[in-house]
């Protein structure tokens, strides 16, 4: 049991898979947990597994992140409980098909937990841990941030939106004691696999990362100080120079005048 305290960790979509990890790791490095998820028999079951082998502070939190109230109850909690130090927004789903395979309903459920409620959620927490200059954010993104093509759209486009809003906020909070990371996973053992009908090991036979392997290289990530972790990619250069090529490109990308190759 570590009797080292660091503040009490919220951790979205904690019920299971990756979220789940991420509680066990970090009550195991001395933080107490507030756990949020729909599922409020399984948190209970994980808040005593973890108290119990911890010997931490660990509460359940019951919040569907597709319902407004539930976000807004989640964002009360970072606003007012001063003990938080650590937000990971872990919460997500993929579709079962494509775009063109579901009906307005399931896509606007997916906006809602992939994309509103970590924004949401994110801005919080970096307002109130910028004020009393010490926290961190840890935002669950996806490789196919940089891969739309491999995947559905919708679902690459709202973890190219986590991406992006974690980019934005660590340039925000640079120079101050708070910091935010983006994970990205490659296909990882999880249940969202699952939910979305997809069978993970013959989609991508060989290549699915255990779900404690990709938790224990985020968080060393997150101890580096890393705005970007992207655990599967061994060749770090790969990244750098598509960051490069990403900068060198910014300055061009708005002119007065029109790009000779489209002029009549």
């Not at 919220?10 to 947990?33: K, P």
């Not at 491999?150 to 910091?179: E, P, W």
Request: hydrophobic fraction near 45%; charged fraction near 25%; avoid cysteine.
């Amino acid at each position: 049991m570590s009797t080292e305290t660091k503040g009490t960790a919220i951790v979205t979509g904690a019920s299971s898979g990756i979220g789940q990890v991420y509680a066990e790791r970090l009550a195991a490095r001395g933080y107490d947990l507030i756990l949020v998820a729909r599922r409020l028999d399984r948190l209970e079951a994980l808040v005593k597994s973890i108290g119990e082998k911890t010997g931490r502070k660990v509460e359940a939190l019951k919040a569907d992140l597709t319902q407004k109230a539930d976000v807004a109850l989640v964002e009360k909690r970072l606003k007012e409980d001063a003990s938080i130090t650590l937000l990971v927004n872990n919460a997500g789903i993929s579709l079962e098909g494509s775009i063109l395979d579901n009906d307005t309903a399931a896509i606007e459920q997916l906006i809602a937990i992939n994309i509103t409620a970590p924004t949401v959620l994110s801005a919080a927490a970096a307002k109130v841990f910028k004020a009393r200059d010490k926290g961190g954010i840890i935002n669950i993104a996806s490789v196919l941030a940089f891969a739309p093509d491999l995947f559905d759209g919708i679902y690459s486009g709202s973890k190219a939106h986590v991406v992006n809003i974690t980019l934005g906020l660590a340039a925000q909070l640079k120079g101050t004691n708070v910091h935010a990371q983006a994970v990205l996973p490659g296909a990882t053992r999880s249940e969202i696999w699952e939910k979305s009908g997809k069978d993970v090991d013959a989609l991508l036979p060989g290549m699915v990362m255990e779900t404690a392997d990709l938790v224990d290289a985020g968080l060393l990530g997150f101890d580096r100080g890393e705005v970007v972790t992207i655990p599967p990619l061994h060749d770090e250069g790969q990244y750098l120079a598509y960051e490069a090529a990403r900068h060198a490109m910014a300055p061009n990308l708005s002119r007065k005048e029109v790009a000779p190759r489209y002029r009549a």
